[in-house]
């Protein structure tokens, strides 16, 4: 039996109940969290104040996984065909910076990693990806509700037209990459 690799790796995709359903989804993942990272307020934020903009903050998740069942490149690649990296602090309807699309690394590797992979995906959009590159300074777990929010609100309109179809693209790209 090989010993777990556990890692972490941190991203910002649009809402995070979206990216946080993706990443449920994928063998090696050990857990996923949604939070807030990103922004210069002091103190933990809340839903309403990172909805305002004002904090600086994006909605993000914190994925724990095993690096010896899927790698960080594995990771990003999904990320990245997944959600629109090509669009400037919106996803679909979602508008303002909370929703950018952003992976923030947790070390150098991370970081050269992710650089490598966007020049990789880069060619198959039209437009340029602008997702931003950036060191993880602090992660703030989002409020319970937040946690899970698919599986406990499959039938909720957002998750019927917004994260279902995202849910369809992930298993028709990625189905060597599921539980």
Same mark, same amino acid.
């Given at each position: 039996?090989?010993? @777990?690799?556990?890692?972490?790796?941190?991203?910002? *995709?649009?809402?995070?109940?979206?990216?946080?359903?993706?990443?449920?989804?994928?063998?090696?993942?050990?857990?996923?969290?949604?939070?807030?990272? *990103?922004?210069?307020?002091?103190?933990?934020?809340? !839903?309403?104040?990172?909805?305002? *903009?004002?904090? *600086?903050?994006?909605?993000?998740?914190?994925?724990?996984? /095993?690096?010896?069942?899927?790698?960080?490149?594995?990771?990003?690649?999904?990320?990245?065909?997944?959600?629109?990296?090509?669009?400037?602090?919106?996803?679909?309807?979602?508008?303002?910076?909370? !929703?950018?699309?952003?992976?923030?690394?947790?070390?150098?590797?991370? @970081?050269?990693?992710?650089?490598?992979?966007? @020049?990789?995906?880069?060619?198959? !959009?039209?437009?340029?990806?602008?997702?931003?590159?950036?060191?993880?300074?602090?992660?703030?777990?989002?409020?319970?509700?937040?946690? /899970? !929010?698919?599986?406990?609100?499959?039938?909720?309109?957002?998750?019927?037209?917004?994260?279902?179809?995202?849910?369809?693209?992930?298993? @028709?790209?990625?189905?060597?990459?599921?539980?």
């Amino acid at each position: 039996m090989t010993t @777990k690799k556990i890692e972490i790796a941190t991203f910002g *995709g649009g809402c995070f109940w979206c990216t946080e359903a993706i990443f449920q989804e994928i063998k090696g993942i050990e857990n996923v969290v949604s939070g807030y990272s *990103g922004g210069n307020a002091p103190g933990k934020p809340t !839903y309403r104040e990172v909805c305002s *903009g004002l904090t *600086g903050h994006a909605e993000v998740i914190q994925v724990t996984y /095993d690096a010896n069942t899927v790698s960080y490149k594995d990771l990003l690649v999904i990320f990245m065909t997944t959600h629109d990296p090509t669009t400037l602090n919106r996803q679909g309807a979602d508008r303002g910076t909370q !929703y950018r699309s952003v992976v923030y690394y947790h070390n150098e590797t991370q @970081k050269e990693i992710a650089e490598s992979v966007l @020049k990789e995906v880069a060619p198959y !959009y039209e437009n340029p990806i602008v997702t931003e590159i950036t060191a993880l300074h602090v992660f703030y777990e989002a409020e319970d509700y937040h946690q /899970d !929010y698919y599986r406990n609100n499959q039938t909720q309109g957002y998750c019927n037209f917004v994260i279902s179809p995202k849910l369809a693209k992930l298993r @028709k790209l990625h189905a060597d990459k599921l539980k």
